[in-house]
């Protein structure tokens, strides 16, 4: 134990924790009125989330990095399983949250296969990337293989509907590819594809309340519903002034408590809170990339590349909703937004850092020591 704590990466855990503690208090101040008197059971969750989290997270970082490929074929395998019980089990909040995106389980409750599909995609591709670059697998079959490992699970989101979550997926995607080295012809024309397709993705694929996102973005009033949110969210972060309201009655923002949790951190922390988030969040996907950047197993790389860019899209997204410079998508904040899923689907993929991390620790130390000797 005192080998394992002495070679954890402290710069990258204890932002991860700042953060969560930062979501806990905000969270707290919401849920404090209204919930129809839940507020406090959901607190509860959410405190028990992060805990579970954290353990989850250090169990993960103690592993050996080979054992990362058996994790990755089992967690890609079950997210596959559990997308498709969506369709099967008979559970649908479509009607609240315009998507059948969760399975009610056992003890555990709501829980959203797509989140744990994200990470289980980033493994899976990761080694098969690998085995294309060492020439395990010849070229062609492996970036065939790699496609239908990100289509697969795409296809079922898609058909939830949750646009926003195959948006990140897709990103994930070409962003891996580029770090794996494709060359850029490549990017560039599946890039000009996709432009090519927006006429018909508008007109087949989308439904009207996404459509009506997008409109809203562009041209804000088009939907008075979608509007609402964002205005609501301005007034709330302008409230928060530079060290947060003093007002008894705080401002009513939809999904406050998740989607648009940032504008609780706005309005209770002020300029000064929000500043400290976005600034732990910023290095800690920075330092992430460096993980990746210093990492000579290709699988690895990928990986926490993959990873990082995880974690920074979701923040993008949701910071970027939340002022208003992005479309309204169901993307929860890493680590503050309420929702038990994806709170230890994140500590998961954390605790996958860390054991990357952990073990170039351990080799850096090792080399050291030869050197000594």
């Known amino acids: 134990m005192d080998i394992y704590f002495s070679v954890i990466d402290y710069w990258m855990l204890v ?3 700042i953060v969560a503690v930062i979501g806990l208090f905000v969270l707290s101040r919401v849920l404090s009125s209204g919930y129809d008197g839940n507020g406090q059971t959901m607190f509860l969750k959410q405190t028990g989330a992060v805990l579970v989290g954290v353990i989850l997270a ?3 970082g103690a592993l050996e990095t080979p054992m990362l490929r058996l994790v990755a074929f089992g967690v890609y395998g079950i997210s596959i399983l559990l997308l498709a019980v969506v369709f ?7 009607e609240t949250t315009g998507a059948d995106s969760w399975l009610q389980l056992p003890v555990i409750g709501s829980f959203q296969p797509s989140e744990l599909a994200k990470v289980g995609i980033i493994m899976f591709s990761s080694y098969l990337l690998a085995d294309i670059k060492s020439g395990r697998i010849p070229a062609f079959r492996g970036i065939v293989l790699v496609l239908a490992v990100f289509a697969v699970p795409v296809e079922m989101v898609r058909r939830q509907p949750d646009l ?3 948006l990140i997926i897709l990103f994930i995607m070409f962003s891996m590819f580029f770090v794996y080295g494709i060359p850029y012809k490549y990017i560039v024309l599946a890039g000009s594809v996709g432009i090519a397709l927006i006429p018909l993705i508008w007109s087949f694929a989308l439904k009207p309340h996404q459509k009506n996102r997008i409109l809203t973005f562009l ?3 088009f939907s008075p519903s979608q509007a609402f949110h964002i205005e609501q969210a301005k007034i709330a972060i302008r409230t928060g002034g530079i060290t ?3 007002l008894d009655t705080p401002v009513t923002v939809p999904v406050k408590e998740s989607d648009f949790i940032y504008t609780a951190v706005a309005e209770h ?3 000064i809170g929000t500043t400290v988030l976005v600034v732990l969040i910023f290095f800690f996907v920075v330092r992430t990339l460096s993980l990746s950047s210093r990492e000579r197993d290709p699988a690895l790389k990928y990986m926490s590349a993959g990873i990082a860019v995880m974690f920074g899209i979701h923040s993008v997204e949701n910071l970027g909703m939340c002022v208003g410079i992005m479309p309204i998508t169901g993307i929860p904040l890493p680590f503050v937004s309420y929702g038990g899923t994806s709170m230890i689907v994140n500590f998961f993929a954390l605790g996958i850092l860390l054991c990357i991390s952990i073990d170039q620790n351990v ?3 090792q080399e050291s020591f030869d050197f000594m000797e």
Do not use: C, E, M
């Open 269 to 271: 922390l002020g300029f």
């Open 164 to 166: 926003g979550t195959v």
């Open 363 to 365: 080799v850096r130390r």
């Open 15 to 17: 932002p991860v924790i």
């Open 219 to 221: 041209y804000p009033g």
């Open 244 to 246: 947060g309201s003093n």
């Open 88 to 94: 099967l089990d008979g559970h649908s909040l479509a």
């Open 58 to 60: 250090l169990i993960i």
